[in-house]
Nanobody, 117 residues
Framework: QVQLVESGGGLVQAGGSLRLSCVASGSIVSIYVMGWYRQAPGKQRELVATITGGGNINYADSVKGRFTISRDNAKGTVYLQMNSLKPEDTADYYC???????????WGQGTQVTVSS
């Protein structure tokens, strides 16, 4: 069993930066993919970025060049460095983790990011 706890959200002005962290606990050796999704009010949850245990990274087009995902496998932690934030980045950001086969997946409780114009 794996639990995820996010931190680092907050209020920032457009053009600013935030760094989100997500710490996994429990059976972290089973985790293969970790990532971040976001959900804005009235919209569906969408992919932001994912990173595999081997370091393969995938970004949503809307965040490429502005956000950077990284991971510390030994600590079971994933980070999301968000630069040049825009008001449209305002959302609840959720950490996600799953095993290699996709037979289990777990979500964090979410952390709110608000970007003011």
């Amino acid at each position: 069993q794996v639990q995820l706890v996010e931190s680092g959200g907050g209020l920032v002005q457009a053009g600013g930066s935030l760094r989100l962290s997500c710490v996994a606990s429990g059976s972290i050796v089973s985790i293969y993919v970790m990532g971040w999704y976001r959900q804005a009010p009235g919209k569906q949850r969408e992919l932001v970025a994912t990173i595999t245990g081997g370091g393969n990274i995938n970004y949503a087009d809307s965040v490429k060049g502005r956000f950077t995902i990284s991971r510390d496998n030994a600590k079971g932690t994933v980070y999301l460095q968000m630069n040049s934030l825009k008001p449209e980045d305002t959302a609840d950001y959720y950490c996600y983790a799953r095993n290699r086969m996709g037979t289990f997946g777990v979500w964090g409780q979410g952390t709110q990011v608000t970007v003011s114009s």
